[in-house]
């Protein structure tokens, strides 16, 4: 008989397999899949299949948790001041629009609001310096998108008789009219101001800031209403995010960032802070570089391609694990540009509507930039494909994804209810609305940070997911840290854990213990198998339940589940539910967690607690599980063939990859090299530990070259992987390269990062003859960790 699936777990399920025989063949044969299976299960363990005869799943002892409310993405306001002064060029005020319609129709919470401001100068006392071209749009429905990319369109460039100085301090008054509802936090937040300028302010000929202009007093009293408007900014909480091309006065600009609001969406994000590109090409990735500072938003890097006349070509960008609303924005330049969209299944998605779990919302479609706005996109790599009509002219089209993930943390304390003086462990894990997310590269950005209050005391404490220190499994998604409950008079203690970074609306739970005054009754502790690689649905992982006793009589404890990620269903066989525990003492309760057929394909994830019986409120102890379900591929023919010997061959052949897979990960033997305008000056190498990924900064000190340095606690640092046989680079600014060994990419002015791999250059023949690579160019990723 053929078996229908072998069990993910490549070791434990083929034991399972082979020693009942469900691979048919000659007794030897059979034999020597005995003995490949022993020994893998000896080496690695086995966790078992579920079996449904013999113990009936059944949902756990009291109800799940009430069910909150679906998290989701923070809406924001954004306004985007656009110098329209007379040094503005036709390309350059082309470049402008595009950016502000890329960024406008990108913004991915329906709730949020944009207005695009133009402005210039009022010259004769009775012009008017700002144009309102949209004022306040709500970009909940098509249409609103619609209107939005329709009044950017009126974006103009002045002449004398409009108005043509540089007037940034009427743009931000402006701009304050939108923004200037209370404190931080009183209000829809974040609140951000992007300012796109081609020059300095210039209201030398405005009579709105003096008779005259003796002495420069008219853009000095301009500089110090801007300095009034920027407190106020302060005050209410506002970003300032100038962007400055061409001839601009830096200093001036990085006035503009430090004088308005300084908080950030995560810690792990950079301040408010100006750039300048070398012209209006670049305005569009500067826009979007701070955009994802600001909005703590993932985007992909902006991928631009030429479209002939008559032409059919695609770009693709990438939508991660961790996203839950984004937008694909084309800007097409030509609106005869069709776009069509495709998913990483390859179906074409509508322009409205729902296909699957996702729900799309185009506008733009008309018009020189169009968006598709997504509502849970499926993870992977979409398709964007554009065609040209006969005769159209020759355009540069470019797309972008703009991106984040709206999450919801949770916090374990165990014990819940700890004795000062007690050790007790907490366990940080998050969910978007869509999966729990258990990924590395998925999370490696962001911030996971969890602080113990005791009466006025505050501690900081360390959590992480690399197996040691208390963490059980490595690459798990349960990040665990220790700490000491104080010797206090604190009747409670409070743990807040926090979840933070660019690509996350962030979230942060609140668990208040009660200290226990004296030893407990009863005492539990859970502990699961390493999981395998995948578990397949209705397939189960053991665990055991450590309860101690000092009661004089016999207790019982009940096994609960108490919280279910979404999509996961999970249960445990009614037989191994409710425990008897001997008078004072210990024992070990096994038992399983089964995974239904039914549950979501990819990460689950299940909270486990005991309880006693005789208390149900009383929680012993509680364990987040987090696992993978799926199907493996179909087992290959050849182990029909293989006999005793080949069986052991095939053994050593599975330590050897198994080994070799996990050298592959570790970042010892790379090294990062910076360049200042191709001159290098600083290098630092990974560590030499088993780490998988490389955390470094760049320092740039006034008068001094700018140095590589290892980060200091949670500062924004570069984050480097081992990716295949490529490297995958994440800056603190919420970009990310997909780099070769000996490539380069930017890293600001003038700055160049490179990739070498030293491990590789010493395996590489003496007489550099092996395998030749291709020349190729750094590419940018399109997601974001």
Avoid at 98 to 126: C, H, K, Q, R, W
Avoid at 558 to 582: K, N, W
Wanted: proline residues 8%; glycine residues 10%; hydrophobic residues 40%.
């Amino acid at each position: 008989m053929r078996h229908p699936r072998c069990n993910p777990d490549p070791i434990a399920e083929c034991f399972v397999i082979i020693s009942h025989g469900a691979w048919p063949g000659s007794r030897g044969i059979n034999a020597a899949f005995f003995l490949l299976g022993a020994l893998l299960v000896a080496v690695f363990g086995a966790v078992g299949p579920a079996s449904a005869d013999s113990a009936r799943p059944v949902p756990v002892g009291s109800p799940v948790r009430q069910q909150e409310p679906l998290p989701q993405v923070q809406p924001a306001r954004l306004v985007i001041l656009v110098d329209e002064s007379g040094s503005i060029s036709p390309d350059d005020l082309d470049r402008e629009r595009e950016a502000a319609a890329m960024i406008g129709l990108g913004e991915f919470a329906p709730g949020s609001s944009v207005s695009v401001v133009g402005f210039g100068s009022d010259n004769t006392g009775s012009q008017l310096p700002v144009d309102a071209v949209c004022e306040a749009v709500t970009v909940k429905t098509a249409q609103d998108q619609q209107s939005l990319a329709d009044c950017v369109a009126k974006l103009r460039k002045r002449n004398k008789a409009d108005g043509d100085g540089t007037d940034h301090y009427a743009a931000m008054q402006q701009a304050m009219t939108y923004l200037s509802d209370g404190p931080p936090g009183s209000a829809v937040s974040p609140k951000m101001v992007f300012m796109l300028t081609d020059g300095n302010l210039d209201v030398s000929a405005s009579p709105r800031y003096g008779r005259d202009n003796v002495g420069d007093q008219r853009n000095q009293a301009a500089l110090r209403g801007l300095d009034g408007t920027l407190a106020t900014a302060t005050k209410v909480g506002v970003q300032v995010w100038p962007l400055g091309f061409g001839n601009v006065n830096k200093a001036q600009l990085d006035r503009f960032a430090a004088g308005g609001f300084q908080g950030t969406c995560s810690p792990s994000v950079p301040r408010p802070a100006a750039a300048v590109a070398a012209d209006s090409r670049a305005v569009a990735d500067f826009l979007l570089k701070a955009f994802g500072s600001a909005r703590c938003a993932g985007s992909s890097d902006i991928q631009r391609i030429r479209l002939g006349a008559g032409d059919r070509q695609s770009v693709t960008v990438s939508v991660p694990e961790i996203a839950t609303d984004g937008s694909i924005v084309v800007v097409k330049q030509d609106a005869k540009v069709t776009v069509s969209v495709f998913d990483p299944s390859g179906r074409e998605v509508p322009k409205s509507g729902r296909l699957g779990d996702s729900v799309f919302q185009d506008s733009g479609a008309n018009g020189p930039v169009e968006s598709l706005r997504i509502t849970n996109p499926d993870p992977g790599n979409w398709t964007v494909k554009l065609t040209s009509l006969p005769g159209s002219p020759d355009v540069e089209v470019s797309a972008v994804v703009i991106w984040q993930g709206a999450i919801r943390a949770s916090l374990t304390v165990d014990p819940p209810a700890p004795r000062r003086g007690q050790p007790v462990r907490v366990l940080l894990t998050l969910q978007t609305r869509n999966r729990p997310i258990r990924d590395p590269v998925q999370l490696a950005g962001l911030v996971f940070a969890v602080r113990m209050t005791s009466g006025t005391a505050e501690l900081p404490v360390r959590v992480a997911d690399a197996g040691t220190e208390g963490d059980d499994h490595s690459g798990d998604g349960i990040y665990t840290g220790s700490v000491v409950i104080p010797d206090s008079d604190a009747k409670s203690v409070t743990f807040t854990g926090t979840v933070e970074g660019v690509g996350v609306s962030g979230d942060t739970r609140t668990v208040t213990a009660q200290v226990s005054q004296g030893r407990p009754r009863l005492t539990g502790q859970i502990a699961f198998d390493a999981a395998p690689a995948l578990v397949p649905p209705g397939g189960s992982v053991a665990g055991l339940v450590t309860v101690t006793s000092v009661l004089p009589a016999r207790a019982k404890v009940q096994l609960q589940i108490t919280e279910l990620a979404p999509g996961t269903r999970a249960s445990v066989p009614a037989d191994r539910t409710v425990f008897e525990v001997p008078a004072t003492g210990r024992v070990d309760l096994p038992f399983t967690v089964t995974f239904a057929k039914d549950t979501a394909s990819g990460t689950n994830r299940v909270v486990v607690s005991v309880v006693d019986t005789a208390d149900p409120a009383s929680v012993l102890t509680s364990y987040p599980l987090t696992v993978d379900v799926g199907y493996p591929p179909e087992p290959p023919p050849w182990p029909l063939y293989l006999g005793t010997g080949g069986a052991v061959v095939v053994v050593a052949a599975v330590l050897l990859w198994l080994r070799a897979r996990k050298r592959r990960r570790e970042v010892r033997g790379l090294a990062v090299f910076l360049f200042v305008r191709g001159r290098q000056v600083s290098d630092i190498a990974a560590p030499e530990s088993g780490a998988i990924r490389f955390r470094f900064v760049v320092h740039s000190d006034e008068g001094m070259s700018p140095q590589l340095a290892h980060p200091v606690a949670d500062e924004p640092a570069y984050r480097l992987v081992r990716d295949g046989g490529q490297f995958r680079l994440s800056t603190p600014f919420g970009e990310q390269f997909l780099i070769h060994d000996g490539e380069r990419c930017p890293a600001g002015e003038g700055l160049e990062l490179e990739i070498r791999d030293e491990r590789r250059r010493q395996s590489e023949p003496a007489d550099g003859l092996g395998t030749e690579q291709p020349a190729e160019t750094v590419s940018r990723s399109t997601d974001l960790l």
